[in-house]
Each structure stands twice: as C-alpha cells, then as structure tokens.
C-alpha cells in the first residue's frame, strides 16, 4: 500500500485543497480530495488495462462550479427533507432550500462544499477527513464532529468509514456520492442491476418521498435478479415517471455491514459490490447528469430521505453524546 498527497488547488476563498492518492497492492488505484472528503478517481485493473469507474473532474475548479454531488461526502442530511422543514424536541426548524423548493444534501453549502482537515492512518492503511460542523450550519441545530475514512482492505475492498458525535440533539444521515460506470465511458443503460430489496420508497414528482413502501414485486423496481437498467428505467410506471428513471432509495434487508447492491457491466466482466451497515440504498441512473445523461449511476448507502418527516422510516435523530457510525465498502470484480 503506497500513499502520496499533491496539492490539488485553491477554493474561491483560498483554502488549498489536496489529493491523495491510495495504491492497493492489487493494482486498485484511488485518490481522494480534503474538498467534499470527495472521491475523485478509482482505477481497477483489467487484462486491458486499467479501468476508471468513479466519475469525478480534473479540477478544483469544476467541483466548485458542480451541481451533481460528484464522489462527495454529503450531509448533514443525504437526500431530500420536505420544504426544508423539520421538528425536533417540540422545535420546528426551517433549513435553507436549494432544489424545487426543499432541501437537498445539506442545503446550499453542505459538507460536499466544505474543506476537510486530513489525517493519515497509521501503516499507510488510508486517509481520515475532519471537520466540525457548528451549530447553525445550513440552519441545522447542535455542533457535530464528523468524519471520513478511505482504507483499503486486504482484499482490495474499499471501505468508507463515516463517524460523527453531537454535541447536542440535532439530526445526522450522511452518505458518499459516487457514480460509477464499469465501461469508464458511455452509458450505463447496459449494465447489470441487482439488489435483495424487496421494497422501495415511493416519490412525489420533486423527488421527495411521500411514506409509502413499495413491493418491488411485479414491477420494474424488482431487481431481486440482474437485470440491465436500460431495460427498466423507461418503462411506464408512475414512479419511474416521477424520477424521469430510477432516484429511489431501496431497503435493504438485514443489518450490520451486509451486501446491499451490485452492479456489472457485461462489456469488460467487471463488477462492483457495495455492501453498508445502513438500512437503504439508493439508485440514481444520472437522468440529469451533466454531461452525459445516465453517464454513470449513484449508488448512495443512506437513511430513507424525509425521515425527520416520516416518523415510519428509520430515525436520523442523534442525540446528545451519542456516536453515530457506519460503514460503506466497495468490492470490485472481474470474470474476463
């Protein structure tokens, strides 16, 4: 395992920002940004040469001027919350919106806009990005620590480590924004979806999810069994025509780190397997993505947006004191 760090340029505001890059002893190459404790690039290594499956830009720059949560770590909260409204402790609190009149992925300047300190873990196992997010911040209540660490496994796996103390109640659903594509260019329309979920949450048109769960069962969401997401997400169904294609979060059976998706791309034989300790996954096939639309797939470990809402969905409260942790990894393959 090799570890470098380069300067990877200034913000508008002249905080320098850094890269750095993790070599697995397999080949699996990654470089991680302190902006955003972002993933820019992640090589994998076929008998054709190295393969770059994790979309991400060649500057600063790029990420700055970016609407698409490019490999970011974002929060506090992942996903959407009704028209940035929320009541915690008999408070209501009103949190700026920045899509279609709600709030998105920590609002205008969330923790994929900020500059993380870095820390190199011991025995160049990885990189630990920190910060702490005041009281306020994106008109969220309570101080919290948080952080993200990138390590590879022994396997070659990597995994996504998010860690983050309150030092007051507030709510807290962090999660990674990676879009992949196994074929590094071109659409994703061919490759091979599968997870065991068997329901999903259903949307209003905005992209918020209304309360209801969906069976999978009978409908192009049952990906129970691979199946190419070109083939489902045109197909005529209401959600599919509220997301204009997949951007639904799917619950996972299970608990602790378990596997929650994969996706193959049958053109060069690789796969990627996500496995997390959280309770969704959700798929966004890039039907906005710039730009090229459905360029790439985000698959996001998350709680179920709109839970401060949705009393039904699983809780993104964090009380005082209490530590909030979990896991996301990823595991690449290849049959060619």
Avoid at 76 to 89: E, H, M, S, V
Avoid at 98 to 108: K, S
Avoid at 304 to 328: C, D, T, Y
């Amino acid at each position: 395992m090799k570890i470098s760090t380069r300067p990877f340029g200034l913000t508008r505001s002249g905080e320098e920002v850094y890269c750095i890059r993790l070599e697995h002893d397999s080949g699996i190459v990654a470089e991680v940004l302190s902006y955003g404790a972002t993933l820019r690039a992640l090589w994998v290594p076929t008998a054709s040469g190295p393969v770059q499956v994790c979309a991400g830009y060649e500057t600063l720059e790029e990420y700055e001027a970016g609407t698409c949560y490019l490999g970011a770590v974002v929060g506090r909260c992942a996903g959407r919350i009704d028209g940035g409204r929320f009541t915690l402790n008999g408070v209501e609190y009103q949190l700026p919106c920045n899509q279609n009149g709600n709030h998105l992925h920590g609002g205008v300047e969330g923790f994929d806009r900020k500059v993380w300190n870095v820390q190199m873990l011991p025995r160049n196992r990885g990189v630990r990005f920190f910060r702490r997010s005041e009281a306020g911040e994106e008109g969220y209540p309570g101080a919290v620590e948080v952080s993200a660490t990138y390590l590879f496994e022994e396997d070659g796996a990597l995994t996504l480590r998010l860690d983050a103390l309150a030092e007051d109640d507030t709510i807290l659903s962090m999660t990674h924004h990676g879009y992949w594509n196994l074929a590094g260019e071109g659409s994703v329309g061919g490759h091979l979806f599968t997870t065991p979920a068997d329901r999903f949450a259903a949307i209003r048109p905005d992209g918020v999810p209304t309360g209801e769960l969906i069976p999978v069962e009978g409908t192009p969401f049952d990906f129970t069994r691979p199946a190419t997401l070109e083939s489902r997400w045109d197909q005529d169904h209401p959600q599919l025509a509220a997301g204009s294609g997949f951007d639904h979060t799917f619950l996972a059976p299970g608990k602790g780190l378990r596997p929650v998706c994969r996706l193959e791309c049958p053109e060069n034989g690789l796969s990627l397997e996500v496995s997390a300790t959280l309770p969704g996954i959700h798929l966004y096939t890039g039907n906005f993505l710039e730009p090229v639309r459905r360029g790439a797939a985000a698959l996001e470990a998350q709680f179920i947006p709109n839970a401060p809402n949705l009393h039904q969905f699983p809780s993104v409260e964090l009380p005082k004191g209490k530590r909030w942790e979990h896991q996301i990894q990823y595991r690449f393959g290849c049959q060619a």
